[in-house]
């Protein structure tokens, strides 16, 4: 693997500790050191417990210190997840079998494993929800503590499906840990980047082509639902996107842009952006690997490479997060990708469902009429 | 022998040695800094440095690149992992590359000093973190400090005083430097560096240099003896941290320096009655201290205020919840003042 300047992205330990501590009722363990318990601790806002091992117990096993720490946790009824940290990935100690009588989940996600996406997805496949065909209603994934944007989903999400009179399941990654033993069959999606591959997926919610498909396949599998509320609200955001949209065009060109995010907000705001204003989509630089986009896009892990390829590509506007933020010179820009230091963030905004569109659309436009700027 | 002596509380909380060199190396202007480990420990610590300079008026983000070892590299060894990002960083247009390791690395066991030993273009300076391995956030700034330290040569003594270990993630660590400056001046010293804050490799000739060195903090005392060793340099402990500190301060300056400081004590003396004439209005009050960082200097420093202006500190709840945080000099103390009375106006 190449060096990498500045990365951009965490690691495989904060994708698990990100998926497991958005249930209640698990108790999360980093087992390691301060350093990797901080970082997760102060970007996902979620209580985490620490081993915080030192030295002498990477030499003479940490048997004890886990005890002590686990001990401490046991007794609230809550399941155990220890996260295993690079070096205790590496010290061969039977964790399991050490804490035999404490039933704990043990995660084994070093952040030299992988990328967040990769520890996320591994801590809920250990979880190993079920499905129940008693379950009513239709679950909710890709929810992720990570995401700046994920209550503002969730909410959105939630309200849509009470508008269309169909229940919520089991939220993944943001329920009761609980009923990821007994899921819906069907699942929808907020964030393609942390799919749970629970269930029929029946769709996403990002963008509106996506959101009505979405709607018109849940109004065929709940026969007792009403999805015409939501399709009607729909039709009626578009059409007062548009009307916005047209208004802005007759007065600015066409925005250039540049986005750095996961695959599906990239996509999202790729064809969202060419749909409502027919921007030039110059480069997406995604945040992780697997991507079928039909716009020109690599992979970028590092700061300097985004700068390269913003001063390369010159947009007028750039996505992405506070990184990308720092180095996008006089450009507009607008945050969609995390982390997103330095702006107070306090309503639940979403970027899925109607109203995640009509948040985006607002931003890039508020956002590229604040930011005049000549073209050289 | 007790080969396993039970961690205390405080060594377990220490925060990243690897965190706390950084703070110091990404201060050196021109510089690169080396992180040998898995990508999250690099963006663990730019995500946090991202967060933090902006709030000191830095909006240069830090070079720091990652030797991103995967897998592979953990199974048979991360050290040609890091000769390709060395040879890497050397290329570019760097004055001096830093080399910090972290945990993983320091287990695995690679030999990141006779790597960073090897013939480069520029200078490449091995600082020993490794996480936990290396103790606490701030013996990494220690480390850095010493492993900094020893690139500079000894040198003729002239008349200035450097300042050693600024806490460079720390909100107020430009004011604080403002307010020993001041007082400094009041003993007609100058600075000679900030040894690290903004520092240019041009500058490091003068570290040898100095009368005497003045510590941010006692926890630095390590550095203050390195220093002490390799140039003869005195060092004062602290920087002051409350009115009668001050004052102590100012004598121990002049005595290293051999200036008389009775025309400056004058000065700050009266500074110090004008400030506390200024805030008489909240004498004769009741107050509760608070805050989160409670350690000796800030307590000793607020109760002395408190009782100067007859300022009843008592633990009564109901009483005005006085905010304590770690003040440096005359300064310090008339900004927590200012607090003070917000909270008793409130």
Redesign the interface.
Known sequence: ??????????????GAAACLAGFEGVSVVIH?????Y??PTT?LHAPLHGT???????I?GSEERLREVIGGLSGTGNRIAVIT???PA??GEDIQSMLAEHDVLLVDS????GDVETGYTKALSLLAPQTDAAAEGVNIDGICLLDPFYKGNLQEIRRLLALASIPVATVFCRDALKKTGAAATCTIGTNADFSSGVGKYLGGSLGSGTLRATFERLGAVFEESDTSPVLRELSLMEEETVRVCDKFLRRFDPPSVVIFAGASYAEFAAEALEHFLDADVRFIGLRNQDSTLHYPAARV?G??EAQQLIEVHNPDLVLGS??ER?VRGNRAFLGITP?L??VVRLAPVPLAGINGTLFFMEQVLNACMDHPRTQP | MN???S?TPI?????????GALSVTTQVRGAAS?IH????????N???F??TL?DNDQ?V???????????C??IFGGED?LT??IR??CSRDVSTVFVLS???VA??GDDVEAVCGRDWPVPVIPVPTA???GGTFQDGVNNALIALADAGAPAPTRPCVNIIGEKNLEYEVDENYTEVVRLLTLLGLPVGIRFVRHLSPDDMPALGAAQVSILRDPSLVPVGDHLRERFGTPYIPSFPTGLSDTLAFIRSVAAACRIDPKRALEIEQALQAEILADFADIGDTEGVFCGPVMDTGSSRAAREAADALHIRVSSNREAHPLPVHPVVGTSGVRRMLHRWRRAIHA
């Not at chain 1, 070093?110 to 494993?113: L, Y």
């Not at chain 2, 480990?37 to 663990?44: D, E």
């Not at chain 2, 070079?63 to 897998?71: H, P, T």
């Open positions: 693997m190449p060096e990498c300047d500045n990365p951009l992205w965490p690691c495989a330990m904060t390691g050191s301060s350093g990797c901080y970082y970007l915080f091992i030192l030295e002498n117990e990477v003479f940290t690079c070096v590496i010290l070093p952040g030299f494993s892990t700061l300097k506070s990184f720092s982390p230091r330095g | 080969l396993r002596p961690p060594s377990r909380s220490g925060g990243c040695t690897l965190t080396i480990g898995p990508k999250g420990c690099a963006h663990h730019f995500s946090l991202h967060a902006p909006a983000l830090p070079d720091l690149v990652s030797s991103a070892l995967g897998e590299d953990i992992a390709r990002t890497s960083v972290t945990c993983i287990t695995i996480g936990f391995f």
